[in-house]
């Protein structure tokens, strides 16, 4: 698969977490973790789809810091009001399995937010560069 078909797949892979996310924000019958998970697979995604489409290799993870690392070390700095889009990769590793630590509070609609403004910047990025496939 090229590097753009892999990123858009991921882009759309993500888009399913953002429509679900769209759906259940609002419930309280949804927990913070459950809306946290998919807030950091919808980040995990789009940064990865970034990451394929700059032929950055990358290993499974879903360590959203460690890629946002990743796309810095490679001349993809995110904007600065995402930094601490990392903050989300407990929801993919730890808060999945464990409970949410009582002193830890979700900001359901402004991470939403940030995972619009994340999208946008993805999309923003994609449009604005050609593609470079290897030979």
Not at 26 to 53: N, P, T, W, Y
Request: proline share 3%.
């Amino acid at each position: 698969m090229k590097r753009r078909e892999q990123a858009l797949l991921l882009l759309a892979k993500a888009a399913q977490d953002e429509r679900l996310l769209d759906e259940v924000l609002g419930s309280q019958r949804v927990s913070d973790e459950i809306i946290g998970f998919h807030c950091q697979q919808a980040a995990e995604k789009m940064l990865k789809a970034m990451l394929s489409d700059i032929g950055v290799a990358y290993r499974k993870t879903h360590d959203v810091g460690g890629l946002m690392f990743l796309l810095e070390q490679n001349g993809c700095r995110l904007p600065a009001d995402l930094a601490d889009l990392d903050a989300l990769t407990p929801y993919g590793t730890i808060y999945r399995y464990d409970a949410l630590e009582s002193r830890v509070s979700l900001d359901r609609v402004t991470i939403r937010g940030k995972l619009k403004d994340l999208r946008c910047w993805v999309e923003t990025q994609l449009r604005t560069r050609t593609p470079n496939e290897p030979g």
